[in-house]
């Protein structure tokens, strides 16, 4: 079976449903830009004497394809990507990442995945912070281009694109800080899935709080892999490497996006204060509910400072170095470092808020220790 293939903006799509849950969330708005924007990485091969090409480029700029010219198959590069740019929803298969909570038991998880061999077909293996599995509730197709010469047309560049579908095995990459990224199962598979991971589930998030990243991907053997609007094109799907790779940071960008909507929340939780200080000239607030209020921000400093532990380059690119360059190639295209310094900036403002209720706190204890000073010498005078 044979059909012409174009691709959507798959990263806009996403639904309010909170899957797993039967509960609705409203649809939060985008922290990065390449939800929204046509964005192209093209990827770092891992192959022995092979150039690595690293070109970023937004599609519908003037001279964006002048600028990638100089890779082998410019051509067949540019007509794919005008052919990917229209396939209907759900043609592609899914890559998702669900932010489910702070961490997994992940002994015990693995226990119970190898004891889903029989009914699942799953092989797991500890990947370091990660578990790996193939996890397979039901046959599962991949789109596969096959690029052939245009022995018809006047112009001898030209290429015919044609697809066909080919089984794959649906995966997953657990993390230990409470992210999973799935590889291949369609949506009623991912939620009976998430289901049974949570008793494994250590701190749930809250049901409106379940962040999730939603990508697409196909097969296409004759070009370099790339990601263009949330469409990953791979090479093979033999091996679990190079997905491994982009899973660590699909993973990390899921779990960054719960905090920053966390900041993002406590920010506009305290918005008032410095409001009212600035009118009124002091905190309208008890001690306790300042002492409350001061533990609320410190606690989320701590949780930023862990989140930006989760988010440093994972251990495992120290054994399997070829991969880092893969690995930094889907953090650069989730905008990872900019988050992350817009989200330090957000949290330095806290922590200013913290350092401010800290000293008006201790200037309302020094005034209550005047006061008790100043009644004790008016007792003893009198």
């Known amino acids: 079976m044979r059909r012409e293939i174009v691709v959507p903006p798959s990263g806009m799509h996403r639904t309010g449903e909170v899957v797993g849950r039967s509960t609705q969330r409203s649809i939060k708005p985008a922290f990065r830009t390449t939800k929204t924007s046509q964005k192209l990485k093209i990827l770092p091969e891992d192959e022995e004497g092979g150039p690595s090409t690293d070109v970023e480029e937004y599609l519908g700029l003037t001279g964006v394809y002048d600028q990638i010219e100089h890779m082998r198959g410019a051509q067949d590069l540019r007509n794919e990507i005008n052919r990917l740019k229209n396939l209907p929803p759900g043609s592609l298969p899914r890559v998702t990442a669900y932010a489910t909570a702070s961490s997994y038991t992940m002994t015990q998880l693995f226990k119970w995945i190898q004891s889903r061999k029989a009914q699942n077909d799953t092989a797991p293996k500890l990947l370091d ?58 949506e009623r598979h991912e939620k009976e899935f998430l289901q049974e991971l949570e008793p494994f589930e ?64 406590t920010i506009e939780a305290t918005r008032h204060i410095p409001q009212r200080m600035a009118e009124s000239g002091t905190v309208e607030m008890t001690r306790k509910g300042l002492i409350k209020k001061i533990g609320q921000l410190f606690i989320m400093r701590v949780n930023v400072n862990l989140v930006s532990n989760i988010l440093d380059t994972p251990e495992i690119f120290w054994s399997e170095p070829t991969l880092q360059p893969l690995y930094m190639a889907i953090r650069e295209y989730l905008e990872i470092p900019q988050r992350v310094e817009i989200m330090n900036h957000r949290v330095s403002v806290i922590s200013d808020l913290l350092d401010m209720l800290n000293g008006h706190l201790n200037g309302m204890h020094g005034e209550f220790l005047e006061w008790i000073v100043i009644i004790l010498i008016g007792k003893f005078e009198i």
């Open 202 to 265: 250590v701190e749930k998030v809250d049901e409106g709080d379940i962040e999730t990243e939603e990508l697409e991907f196909y097969i296409n053997s004759k070009a370099q892999s790339r990601i263009y609007n949330d469409v990953i094109s791979l090479r093979t799907t033999k091996g679990h490497m190079a997905k491994l790779a982009i899973s660590h940071a699909i993973a990390q960008a899921t779990k960054l996006s719960l905090y920053e909507g966390l900041v993002d929340e």
């Open 129 to 186: 912070e990660c578990i790996y599995s193939p996890f397979v509730y039901g046959p599962s197709e991949a789109i596969a281009i096959n690029m052939e010469e245009n022995l018809i047309d006047d112009e001898p560049q030209s290429t015919a694109f044609q697809e066909s579908y080919i089984p794959i095995k649906s995966e997953v990459f657990i993390f230990d800080y409470g992210v999973v990224v799935i590889w291949g199962m369609d």
